[in-house]
């Protein structure tokens, strides 16, 4: 998987396959940070193409309606090769243990993501 969308490089060459190669959480900025290759296309990366570029990208924990954090703790602790497995945690979380989908905030979808308005900005007064 990756997305498609043209996009000239720095070296004013136009790629246009993006591909998420790294992800990162950073607990103390907030934000995970996501590292694409671009590649010119896909047939290139497939092919065994030189990545052309790389960008770097945060995201947000506000954008998202969970704390990823609370994804990864009760992973931890039932992951079977992890020393915390059996763990508990030390307080309840945003999320519930469970669940371990990431759901975008839908504010963040229509203002970062689509470049839409956000519902608060398409209210009137009646």
């Not at 497995?85 to 371990?100: A, I, L, Q, R, T």
Request: charged share 20%; with cysteine; net charge negative.
């Amino acid at each position: 998987m990756a997305i498609l969308k043209p996009f000239e490089t720095p070296q004013k060459v136009t790629a246009t396959y993006h591909k998420i190669i790294k992800a990162e959480i950073d607990c103390n900025a907030l934000v995970v940070q996501v590292v694409l290759a671009i590649y010119a296309s896909e047939h290139a990366r497939d092919g065994g193409g030189t990545v052309l570029w790389h960008e770097y990208q945060n995201i947000p924990f506000s954008m998202l309606t969970q704390d990823p954090r609370d994804l990864l703790y009760p992973m931890l602790a039932s992951f079977k090769d992890s020393y915390l497995v059996g763990g508990e945690p030390s307080e309840e979380g945003f999320s519930s243990p469970g669940d371990f989908t990431i759901k975008l905030v839908d504010e963040a979808i229509a203002a970062h993501l689509l470049g839409g308005d956000t519902p608060e900005d398409t209210q009137t007064d009646d």
